[in-house]
């Protein structure tokens, strides 16, 4: 069933400061999912568009200009609607230090660029069953 058959079930968050990786995701989402999509390019356009809505899931990049990931990630887990929110991040970062350190954080899923299509959605179908369990 395609996201014209049936109006959007869930409304995700996109942040990622490359146009194409936040594009490439919202297609990807989009063609798979019944989803709504808001796309933020800013760690500050993120923690305003958080602040001001609760989303069903929120997929986060780490490496980004201003206060980064991971400020955005503290932002949205004590000042925002979005404190119990599935956050998932998608980065390009691979160490597992890094992983740990998103997890404590408050991150529910850590994904690795590039995301393979199906993981992507399975990761944020089951996120958003769970309301955020944390996975790796």
Do not use: W
């Not at 959007?8 to 400061?17: A, K, M």
């Not at 932002?75 to 691979?94: A, K």
């Not at 230090?97 to 993981?119: F, H, I």
């Amino acid at each position: 069933m395609s996201s014209i058959d049936q109006p959007p079930n869930h409304r995700l968050l996109i942040v990622d400061d490359e146009e194409a990786t936040r594009l490439l995701l919202a297609r990807i989402l989009t063609n798979d999912m019944q989803v709504e999509i808001t796309l933020a390019g800013t760690c500050e356009q993120a923690v305003r568009l958080g602040g001001s809505y609760a989303y069903d899931a929120i997929l986060l990049d780490l490496m980004m200009p201003g206060i980064g990931g991971f400020g955005v990630l503290r932002e949205l887990r004590t000042n925002s609607p979005n404190s119990t929110t599935p956050i998932i991040i998608v980065s390009m970062l691979s160490e597992q230090e890094t992983v740990d350190r998103c997890m404590a954080a408050g991150a529910s899923a850590y994904l690795v660029k590039p995301v393979e299509r199906n993981t992507l959605t399975a990761t944020i179908r089951a996120q958003i069953a769970g309301r955020g369990r944390p996975q790796t």
